[in-house]
């Protein structure tokens, strides 16, 4: 199954102020942060999304100590949690975006992060309850998101009628927040394998159109030659 890394579908949420970001580095519930720390905490956030493109490590400094300041900043756990997702440490970004999801257990920019981090580990089963939840929340703002990683998720596991129908919602969010082409072409290979063979070649040729002679397009090709004329 064609692969999608973190930095294509996990990165958005921090191009966006209202989908932003969390960690989990000291939570005492029950203990009450003062307003200049609350305010502080922001701003080591705001130094942390700066430095995030050009100084990886600066920008996991400032998350800390944002999170440090105020234990409910849950967007700076989340930043926590996506770095240590693309430096490969997924058990320790496991807990940051589930201390997340403890914090506010609407945040479904968290829940669809902690999916595929459980989805790198194996952990399927537990992927799909994760995107699932994410889902739950009607002002989830890129639901394509959780949708596709749903339909993945659940395509692994053999569920291809709940996998179709995850891509099917994915499609209609408009602006899409997965490339299309990518979209379509786990949608076709789905269509396939539950032998609707007319929808998958639709689905297919749509790829090869929308990205042409791309990574996709290539291998809807190669599917598209199983399929009887």
């Known amino acids: 199954m064609t692969q999608i890394r973190f930095a294509c579908s996990i990165v958005r949420p921090f191009a966006c102020p209202l989908l932003v970001l969390a960690l989990f580095i000291g939570w005492l519930p029950g203990c009450a942060t003062s307003e200049g720390s609350v305010q502080k905490s922001k701003g080591y956030y705001q130094e942390g999304i700066a430095s995030l493109d050009q100084d ?12 440090q300041l105020d ?17 490969g440490k997924l058990p320790q970004a496991e807990e940051e975006f589930r201390a997340a999801t403890k914090l506010d257990d609407s945040y479904s920019e968290a829940y669809t992060y902690l999916g595929q981090v459980l989805e790198k580990q194996g952990r399927w089963t537990e992927a799909i309850t994760a995107f699932r939840q994410a889902l739950t929340n009607p002002l989830y703002g890129t639901p394509d998101l959780a949708r596709f990683h749903l339909g993945r998720a659940l395509a692994h596991e053999g569920d291809y009628q709940g996998a179709m129908e995850a891509f099917e919602d994915a499609l209609v969010v408009n602006p899409p927040n997965i490339p299309p082409a990518l979209l379509q072409l786990e949608l076709g290979r789905t ?39």
């Open 71 to 87: 234990p409910n900043n849950k967007e700076a756990r989340y930043g926590l949690g996506h770095i240590l997702a693309l430096q």
């Open 191 to 229: 269509y396939y394998k539950l032998g609707f063979e007319r929808r998958s070649r639709e689905a297919l040729t749509k790829v090869t159109t929308l990205d042409k002679s791309g990574e996709y397009a290539a291998v809807a090709k190669e599917l598209l030659t199983r399929i009887k004329p």
């Open 56 to 67: 990886q490590q600066k920008a996991f400094v400032s998350f800390q100590k944002a999170a």
